[in-house]
């Protein structure tokens, strides 16, 4: 399987921070590479797909990029709901394996 | 709008069963791939199984191949997981979601609210 791993696994800003974080892929995964957002007691949701496209109805704020095997999830200007854990997945190859989280905490 | 509602958790002792359900409403659910995917207890995200439009394409992790089978009901929009042999380390928040596929990309673009499984005696 592949292995997704993120970094850091937690990170604690201010609001108005720009906050980058990172997830590497085990092998090459293209861009088959998705973001999700994760608030406590609820239902992921997904940010970014193929590695830098916004999901509709998701804030400009986020922005992905991708680097061979190493992929950035980027908010340009914390806002106070962005507070939450961010998921990476990879879609290459099942099963659709995901990071264990980076848990984003104000400081 | 896009709903999808989990159902049938619950506390169940090891070596027990489960069949949970996902049901489906807002969209045609016999045109999308569908998943499952579990938390356990203040920890991340674990992909579980997925099924094709027509049922006939299954993939499961590893750790509950033989005894986890996804299946679908298009006819009654909805999707079911068979859990057998439950283990306490299946104890966790099921969650059904939607596969949508764009630039060849799958994501899971509409998810449920959960159901909770909890394996203990």
């Known amino acids: 399987d592949i292995q997704m791993t993120q970094s850091p696994s937690s990170l604690s800003a201010s609001v108005g921070d720009r906050v980058t974080m990172t997830c590497r892929a085990s092998q090459s995964i293209g861009s088959y590479l998705n973001w999700y957002q994760q608030k406590p007691g609820k239902a992921p949701k997904v940010l970014i797909y193929?590695?830098?496209s916004l999901q509709s109805g998701v804030p400009s704020r986020f922005s992905g990029s991708a680097s061979g095997t190493d992929f950035t999830l980027t908010i340009s200007s914390l806002q106070p709901e962005d507070f939450a854990t961010y998921y990476c997945?990879?879609?290459?190859?099942?099963?659709?394996?995901f990071g264990q989280g980076t848990k984003l905490e104000i400081k | 709008e896009v709903q999808l509602v989990e159902s049938g958790g619950g506390l169940v002792q090891p070596g027990g069963s489960l069949r949970l359900s996902c049901t489906a409403s807002?969209?045609?659910?016999?045109?999308?791939?569908m998943t499952w995917v579990r938390q356990a207890p203040g920890k991340g995200l674990e992909w579980v199984a997925n099924i094709n439009q027509r049922g006939s394409e299954k993939y499961y992790v590893d750790s509950v191949k033989g005894r986890f089978t996804i299946s679908r009901d298009n006819a009654k929009n909805s999707l079911y997981l068979q859990m057998n042999s439950l283990r306490a380390e299946d104890t966790a928040v099921y969650y059904c979601a939607r596969d949508r596929t764009v630039f060849g990309v799958v994501l899971m673009d509409y998810w449920g609210q959960g159901t909770l499984v909890t394996v203990s005696s």
């Open positions: 997945q990879q879609s290459d190859t099942m099963p659709y394996t």
């Open positions: 193929a590695a830098s």
């Open positions: 807002g969209f045609t659910l016999s045109t999308y791939w």
